[in-house]
Nanobody, 115 residues
């Protein structure tokens, strides 16, 4: 059974940093495109960043230059380094692994940016 577990969420002041991690069990993440998504209260889930198995990355305009996605296939983890956090970054952040018509989601980790 494939499981993705996010960690690293919490509360931080504007301008602060957090590092989210997503650990997988039951499969090797190396064959998947990995993505971080987020869902703010009352809003739809949105794509934050992706990283392909070869390492190419994509970022939403709203986080470009502030967030960095990375993967460690040896540790079977994907991370999201978030710097210069803003109140509008407040959301539940989800990890997703997908490949062709198969996808897996974690249960999310809450990030709150507030003074």
């Amino acid at each position: 059974q494939v499981q993705l577990v996010e960690s690293g969420g919490g509360s931080v002041q504007p301008g602060g940093s957090l590092r989210l991690s997503c650990a997988a069990s039951g499969t090797s993440l190396s064959i998947y495109i990995m993505g971080w998504y987020r869902q703010a209260p009352g809003k739809q889930r949105e794509l934050v960043a992706t990283i392909a198995s070869g390492g190419s990355t994509y970022y939403a305009d709203s986080v470009k230059g502030r967030f960095t996605i990375s993967r460690d296939n040896a540790k079977n983890t994907v991370s999201l380094q978030m710097n210069s956090l803003k109140p509008e970054d407040t959301a539940v952040y989800y990890c997703k692994a997908y490949r062709y018509d198969v996808d897996y989601w974690g249960k999310g980790t809450l990030v709150t940016v507030s003074s």
